[in-house]
């Protein structure tokens, strides 16, 4: 099992998670967050952190295991954050929102790029 993040945190980026992490394993791009699922160590501090409940064990996956997919395509190639930085001016106006990966998610790395 690992941790993986999911749609809520698209478009919020709360970044609450980030410190707790022993293992540095947060990648972050334009507007979102993603695990390296290959360097967590399922410790779980980070899920509970997240404001907006984004965090998950992979067991909670969609069916079709697109969040593990997400979480390992670009936990490769953004870049690597170990602190908090600043979510999004308007993340509070996106917090319910669903389906954010279809409107929303970029490619874009984050601001350590």
């Given at each position: 099992?690992?941790?993986?993040?999911?749609?809520?945190c698209i478009?919020?980026?709360?970044?609450?998670?980030?410190?707790?992490?022993p293992?540095?394993?947060?990648?972050?791009?334009e507007?979102?967050?993603?695990?390296n699922?290959?360097e967590?160590?399922d410790c779980?501090?980070c899920e509970?952190?997240?404001?907006?409940?984004?965090?998950?064990?992979d067991?909670?996956?969609?069916?079709?295991?697109?969040?593990l997919?997400?979480?390992?395509?670009?936990?490769k190639v953004?870049?690597?954050i170990?602190v908090?930085?600043?979510?999004?001016a308007?993340?509070?106006?996106f917090?319910?929102?669903?389906?954010?990966?279809?409107k929303?998610?970029s490619?874009?790395?984050?601001?350590?790029?």
């Amino acid at each position: 099992m690992t941790y993986i993040v999911m749609d809520p945190c698209i478009k919020c980026k709360f970044m609450d998670c980030v410190e707790v992490c022993p293992v540095d394993c947060f990648y972050e791009g334009e507007n979102f967050l993603a695990i390296n699922p290959d360097e967590c160590i399922d410790c779980g501090v980070c899920e509970p952190e997240c404001p907006v409940d984004a965090i998950k064990p992979d067991t909670e996956d969609d069916p079709d295991g697109r969040w593990l997919r997400v979480n390992s395509e670009y936990s490769k190639v953004w870049p690597n954050i170990t602190v908090k930085g600043e979510p999004p001016a308007d993340a509070e106006a996106f917090e319910r929102e669903t389906g954010k990966l279809e409107k929303y998610f970029s490619e874009k790395p984050g601001r350590g790029s």
